[in-house]
């Protein structure tokens, strides 16, 4: 026998190498009856204050997460009385939009069975923190009630669709905000809604059989490998980050009228301490598309990351992930062929070059105004003479004012009578609640994520800590002269990057206790990552190391060059040895 002939016949009889095994994940979504799984039961048990882990799981998809009181576990542990546990709850609010009795709505239920407070998040939606386990029914029936829901804020699907949140009459917004409403339809969970209504709502039942795939037509029953996330975007205003969503739409303009749109795919900013295989990255341009076909193109880019997505490792499930192992073009090539099933027009020739937080007071175009409110890290609540949630009930109750949360974890009241502007000025002063133009600019460029004591996920503070360190880099930038820069900073307690902080020019990423890792050199636009300055960096230094950068900064910039472009021009090396020196 040759040598060739031996080599076939042990190939031919070798045993194939197993496949890897998917995820416990996987199999839980599996068996959930399309998102069924036990919620009915285990949230009608009166005996306990807590779920499984299995309905931990499914219950995201339902909008929430199970966590716990950090703050009080030592004292409880202490006294032998276990965790505290308690909800989070998150809607799904495509474009941050909401009318003014959906937003009064959601102030009475946080009071009632939250934590008295309201959390804006940085895609555009509400949380409900420090709801208990009997009073999740109650809470979720009042928010559906107002024609509201949580359906699809957590878990392994569509989340949240993002869209510029300023109400402007424009025909790119106005169309961008038809799109992203029909886009979010489109892909929310069919069979999922009817388990929604089961657990939350009494609905009836639907006799669904379980080899039946059609139930959900685009997600299948084990619905996506992980969360999949998408906003709608300008190229002169990003306000919502659009290359960091796995899906963008970024809308292209002539003559002032929006002809179609530069898809984007492949965003993302989570990663894990000490895994190189897990990074931040930017979402790429693809195609494209005209607006008519925008809601198939989401389809197709869902249904390849439902196929193609890794089911066996969540650190690395994320359509970004596909996209930087493949590479664009054999994407392209796959995607074109199997799913879009066109040949793909060619990109438009437009770059990303601005984004507006929308603060202050601006005209509609239609005759109304709009007036966007900094909410400092996103937290709604009286404290002191600052009466934010108080504030804000009483102008939306008087002026029953259409109510937007921004990307950057603001607000926006709109549809006002121009007549009516100063009393919501006389408002806000009587609230303590400040006007933009008298905050620092940095203050208004940054943004938080929750981090201790509610998020199960946080090694670090996050949203307590960083107004802290605001009011010393205020400080140093106005001794430097160089308080009116747009310097976004953005901090978590954990590398997962839910405030998009490998995004922006100052990150600052919980590491352990009190320390943190320093990113610089991003972009406050959105259109590029920042690396890493310094890393196990303690709190109190933070401030003192950052002012070394912004003094070489100050005597080094060209022009008007933006912060994070001059990091990025003269390299880390550079920077690393003013920390060191």
Sequence with gaps: MSTTEALADETSTATPAPAPKHSPIEAIKTASRY?????????????????????????????????EDRDARKNRAKAGTGKAYMFMLRLKLPGGRLKPNQYLTMDRLCEQYGNGTLRFTTRQSIQLHGVLKHNMKPTIMGINACLLTTLGGCGDITRNVMCCPAPYTDPARQQMRELSEAVAAHLAPRSGKQAYHEVWLNGEKLDIPEEVEEAEPIYGKVYLPRKFKCGFSLPDDNCVDIRAQ????????????????????????GKSNSLDTTYPLLAEPICFLLPEEVVGAAEAVCKFFRDHGNRVDRKRARLKYIIKDWGVEKFREVFFRDYLKTPGRPLKDVPITNLDLHLGWHPQGDGKWFVGISVENGRVKDEGTLRLRSGLRKIVETLQCDVRVTPQQDVLLCNIDPARKGEIDALLTEYGIPRPES???????????????????????????????????????????????????RMTGCPNGCARPFQSEIGLIGRSGTKYTIYVGGDSFGRGLNEMLQDGVPIEQIAPKLKLVFESFKAEREGQELFGTYCKRVGMEKLRGLLSA
């Design 35 to 67: 998102l069924r799984g036990n919620l009915a039961a285990e949230f009608a048990d009166p005996n306990t204050d807590h779920i499984t882990e299995e309905s931990k799981q499914i219950v995201k998809f339902h909008g929430s997460y199970q966590q």
């Design 246 to 269: 796995c899906l963008g739409f970024l809308c292209i303009k002539e003559n002032g009228l929006p002809i179609g749109y530069n898809l984007y795919v492949g965003g993302g900013q």
């Design 439 to 489: 905050l620092s600019m940095v203050q208004k460029w940054s943004m938080a994520c929750p981090a201790t004591p509610t998020c199960g996920l946080a090694i670090t503070e996050s949203e307590r800590s960083l107004p802290g360190i605001i009011d010393e880099l205020e400080k140093i930038l106005d001794e430097l002269g160089l308080g009116n820069e747009p310097i976004s900073v």
